[in-house]
């Protein structure tokens, strides 16, 4: 079985605070478990969150050309 993490431990290994993580639940941005009044959030949809919401850089051209206005 996967490893449950905890609002705090999910705020913590995304480096924000607890009122983020728990937004992403309340507006269902993340797969979360309810276990009885808890709620855990599976490694993986950490995860899968982290993977969706990376933006890539992009690549610069060449400074060496200017086009002529």
Known sequence: ME???TVDQVA???GTGVR?????IE???ITFVKVGRHVRI????????V?????????????GFRRAA
């Open 3 to 5: 490893r449950l993490l």
């Open 42 to 49: 599976p490694e993986s949809a950490v995860e899968d969150f």
């Open 20 to 24: 983020f993580p728990r937004r992403l």
């Open 27 to 29: 507006e269902r941005r």
């Open 51 to 63: 993977s969706a919401n990376t933006v890539e850089p992009i690549a610069l051209r060449p400074t």
């Open 12 to 14: 913590e290994q995304l």
